[in-house]
T-cell receptor
Framework: NAGVTQTPKFRILKIGQSMTLQCTQDMNHNYMYWYRQDPGMGLKLIYYSVGAGITDKGEVPNGYNVSRSTTEDFPLRLELAAPSQTSVYFC????????????FGSGTQLSVL | AQKVTQAQTEISVVEKEDVTLDCVYETRDTTYYLFWYKQPPSGELVFLIRRNSFDEQNEISGRYSWNFQKSTSSFNFTITASQVVDSAVYFCALSEEFSQGGSEKLVFGKGTKLTVNP
């Protein structure tokens, strides 16, 4: 069981570039999430999904987009990258509800220069 | 709105010392869930414990123990006889049963960095 897999692990973007962070899970979890972690600030929810075809905004959604076409995949799209998006991004999943424990991916360290 | 406060930003101890990480939460719900996660230097996030608001029994797992007190809205985490491998950032988190908007929003504290020195 691979669990939650995120790619890439590291990425450097120039201001204004776009990219997609990939996230896939093989546990058949219905809930999936994207968090960002800034130094000393804990984790903040960007977007989440309760199942295929359903997504919703979290606490800090501006500058990001998501889609959930399958149960397994939950990519995060950054359009027009900005230095404020420099962060570590974590994808996570849970089943059957958000009140259950989260399974996290290994994270993506993104720098926007 | 729900809130989690981890007042200790950093703690440094010597191996074999006991250490307690504090977590204070705020919620208006009567049904909620509390969590602790560990983030070692390698960066991944590891689940440690989940506790619902109706279960105030303290829990012990090896050298780890958790003290849940609704009267003080606290869910503190104690490591007994700390080891170097316990060095990590520890996050406390809170999820309400029914948050505004219908989602069970999970809120994290800012974390406590624990360094255990040999």
């Amino acid at each position: 069981n691979a669990g939650v897999t995120q790619t890439p692990k590291f990425r450097i973007l120039k201001i204004g570039q776009s990219m997609t962070l990939q996230c896939t899970q093989d546990m058949n979890h219905n809930y999936m999430y994207w968090y960002r972690q800034d130094p000393g600030m804990g984790l903040k929810l960007i977007y989440y999904s309760v199942g295929a075809g359903i997504t919703d905004k979290g606490e800090v959604p501006n500058g990001y987009n998501v889609s959930r076409s399958t149960t397994e995949d939950f990519p995060l799209r950054l359009e027009l990258a900005a230095p404020s998006q420099t962060s570590v991004y974590f994808c996570a999943s849970s089943y059957p509800r958000q009140n259950e424990k989260l399974f996290f991916g290994s994270g993506t360290q993104l720098s926007v220069l | 709105a729900q809130k989690v406060t981890q007042a200790q930003t950093e703690i440094s101890v010597v191996e074999k010392e006991d250490v307690t990480l504090d977590c204070v939460y705020e919620t208006r719900d009567t049904t909620y869930y509390l969590f602790w996660y560990k983030q070692p230097p390698s960066g991944e996030l590891v689940f440690l414990i989940r506790r619902n608001s109706f279960d105030e029994q303290n829990e012990i797992s090896g050298r780890y123990s958790w003290n849940f007190q609704k009267s003080t809205s606290s869910f503190n985490f104690t490591i007994t006889a700390s080891q170097v491998v316990d060095s990590a950032v520890y996050f406390c988190a809170l999820s309400e049963e029914f948050s505004q908007g219908g989602s069970e929003k999970l809120v994290f504290g800012k974390g406590t960095k624990l360094t255990v020195n040999p």
